[in-house]
């Protein structure tokens, strides 16, 4: 299998006093196009890290709705060609007659999350609505978000290499930091999260998702399918992204920094989350 991070020549140039060129070099990301087939028939293709694809093949089938479950899955075979990875899957029935009824192609570049769909319906399809009540209903206090934000970045290794790529991450008060998956894709890392915890058959419902890159309506969308009632991101939502949130019953956190953070949607999760406190600057 290619390596995630290439080691490459630079020739840099830097500016000063005296400014000079200079030989170098530098880890880079590897960039692959990987495919997903079904029973024999193409899927998608999307341009990933080459790294995690049994969690990254599981995430894309939950997050597509192919499958409700790892078991619905019964082979996976991930076969390297020449000019890429196949991720190769046979699925148990009835999945693969209802895949059959709606076979679709994706032809999605690093970073898009909804290239190829045949219509806005399929853009803008429905979320599982995750209920204020119950087992959804976990207060989360402020000092938890920022002590799940600061654990991220040690734990961003290929990041840490190249300077080049996004994280997705599943935090608990309880057990801290669960798993941490890295991809070119922002789309792709957090596929691959939602198959590592899958996988794991980890519990969702008092945690909190992590993104280091802007929260768009495809990342709200695949956390509402995972199950979980936090998003916590470092940039800012887009408007779409901030209505799906709040018609999914998700809270929507983000512009997370070390100084604090930035509730966009059902701040009823954040413990001390008032007016008032928020006002007096509640830790």
Known sequence: MAPPVVRVAKLAWRAGTSPRLATGERLIPEETAVAFTYNGSSYAVMMATPQDLQDFALGFSLAEGIVAAPEEIRQLEIVEQEIGIELRMWLSEPRAAALADRRRHIAGPTGCGLCGIESLAEALRPVPHLSDRGKFAHAFHPREIMRAIESLAPHQDLNRQTRAVHAAAFWRSDLGLVAVREDVGRHNALDKLAGALARERASVETGMVLLTSRVSVEMVQK?????????????????????TAESAGITLVAVARDDGFEIFTHPYRIAAATAASLTEGVA
């Open 223 to 243: 956390t509402a399918a995972l199950g979980v009632p936090l998003i916590v991101a470092v940039s800012a939502p887009t408007a779409l992204a901030m209505r």
